[in-house]
């Protein structure tokens, strides 16, 4: 079997805001078309470390590379445009305009033409067909697991070979979570992007995910395989 090849690779990463560090000696490795479950209590920076691979806060130390890429100094605009999209905490829709404009300027950072730029559109709808029938429709009247979805698509759009997502279970009942899960997990096998999932259902995301990092206090406790954390006595001892 050949060897996965390098996704993201971090080593002695630190990062923080103002006077106030949040992340210490951050290192690790990601193959590409692997989930990583990124998991810690609240505060723990889990949050921070997908802002800082999405290049929204700098590193103080340390190196970030994606498929061999030196990220110092890339702005998130380009990382996008590299195949790094960002999925933030919470919907992040613009509710007063369409779902098809909404997908529409997810995409205004690339230089699409409008057959290319409907295709994208197609392809990420065919997936999630509750948006075909919402899509003329403002996205401020969509539920909030509809809202989620489009959320989803819109970040498929930019045709991410690495996926940053940011607790998208939050708003949503646990059966429109799984749906979620399953569609994000449905698009990895064909596109082969990796993941990185920031999650508070724990158990959740340890089942989808190739490597577990824990976090505590901005410091790795864990990293490894998941189901050597399954159980949650070992979890919580983590803890």
Not at 45 to 71: A, F, Q
Not at 135 to 142: C, I, Q, T
Request: charged share 20%; proline share 5%; glycine share 8%.
């Amino acid at each position: 079997m050949s060897a996965v090849a390098t996704e993201w690779q971090l080593s002695g990463v630190s990062a923080g805001y103002a006077d106030r560090i949040v992340l210490n000696d951050i290192s690790f490795t990601l193959g590409q078309g692997q989930t990583m479950a990124l998991i810690g209590h609240n505060g723990a920076g889990k949050s921070t470390l997908l802002k800082l691979l999405y290049g929204m806060l700098p590193p103080r130390e340390g190196t970030i590379t994606c498929r061999s890429r030196d990220l110092q100094g890339v702005p998130p605009v380009e990382r996008m445009r590299y195949g790094i999209s960002y999925m933030p905490e919470g919907r992040g829709v613009f509710p007063n305009i369409t779902v098809e404009d909404n997908l529409k300027l997810g995409l205004a950072a690339f230089k699409l033409s409008q057959v290319e730029r409907n295709a994208r559109i197609e392809r990420v709808v065919e997936p999630l067909p509750i948006l075909r029938e919402f899509f003329y429709r403002r996205a401020g009247l969509l539920s909030g697991g509809q809202q989620q979805m489009l959320s989803l698509a819109r970040t498929l759009a930019a045709n991410p070979k690495s996926l940053l997502l940011d607790e998208p279970s939050i708003g949503l009942a646990p059966k429109l979570f799984q749906d979620l899960l399953i569609t994000i997990k449905d698009a990895q096998k064909i596109l082969q992007f990796s993941i990185i999932l920031v999650e508070q259902n724990v158990q959740t995301a340890l089942r989808v995910a190739d490597l577990a990092l824990v976090l505590k206090a901005g410091r790795i406790l864990y990293l490894g395989k998941p189901a050597s954390i399954m159980d949650r006595t070992k979890l919580m001892e983590l803890y």
